[in-house]
């Protein structure tokens, strides 16, 4: 299995405040992604990063932000959550142009805001 | 755009039987991946199986295999002799080319198999 550790697991938060997830991976994969998976919805890329400091954004971005200062981790943060937010949030990784062409996902964050 | 398509929301299959889930797909790049990726109750993505679309050999994965019908923009999952733990929702996904937000996953709504002994 591909390292991808991903934390906190759960977290419930109140609107309004501030909330970073975390995702690690031990693969040295140069593509890393943040998805939210909602009913009705499926999977929908928020950010991805294309290397250190290089991110840029997907399709559902507004209300997130993201980081990446090393290879191995990239954070997401909610600066100021929403109710809308909730959901599962799934961090992947991959790296096509060295050949892996899979994306593996880590265990998934549900967060929860009240 | 780019668009993935499942037909069928749920499905059963008794075990050891073969069972195929549909996904079709729709898009203007000419290269591109398929993925499918299983979802059971505990919630995470299990990667399954990859095709890309200049592979001409259908992909297989221990007893997962990927029909593979280019021309049909179909890239159906057959999973043989089912087993108790194959229940799960399971996701047919694409990828495009990587100037397309680094090459992000597309995915359908998904099956939800239901595997019965």
């Known amino acids: 299995d591909a390292g991808i550790t991903q934390s906190p697991r759960h977290k419930v938060t109140e609107t309004g405040t501030p909330v970073t997830l975390r995702c690690h991976q031990t693969e040295n994969h140069r593509y890393m992604y943040w998805y939210r998976q909602d009913p009705g919805h499926g999977l929908r890329l928020i950010h991805y990063s294309y290397g250190v400091k290089d991110t840029d954004k997907g399709e559902v971005s507004d209300g997130y932000s993201v980081s990446r200062s090393k290879t191995e981790d990239f954070l997401l943060t909610l600066e100021s959550a929403t109710s809308s937010q909730t959901s599962v949030y799934f961090c992947?990784?991959?790296?096509?142009?060295?050949?892996?062409?899979?994306?593996?996902f880590g265990p998934g964050t549900r967060l929860t805001v009240l | 755009a780019q668009k993935i398509t499942q037909t069928q929301p749920g499905m059963f299959v008794q075990e050891k039987e073969a069972v195929t889930l549909d996904c079709t797909y729709d898009t203007s790049d000419q290269s591109y991946g398929l993925f499918w990726y299983k979802q059971p109750s505990s919630g995470e993505m299990i990667f399954l199986i990859y095709?890309?679309?200049?592979?001409?050999q259908n992909a297989t994965e221990g007893r997962y295999s990927l029909n593979f019908q280019k021309a049909r923009k179909s890239a159906n999952l057959v999973i043989s002799a089912s087993q108790l733990g194959d229940s799960a929702m399971y996701f047919c996904a694409m990828r495009g080319m990587i100037y397309n937000q680094g090459g992000k996953l597309i995915f359908g709504q998904g099956t939800e198999l239901s595997v019965k002994p």
């Open positions: 095709q890309g679309s200049y592979d001409e």
């Open positions: 992947a990784i991959s790296d096509p142009q060295a050949g892996v062409n899979e994306q593996f």
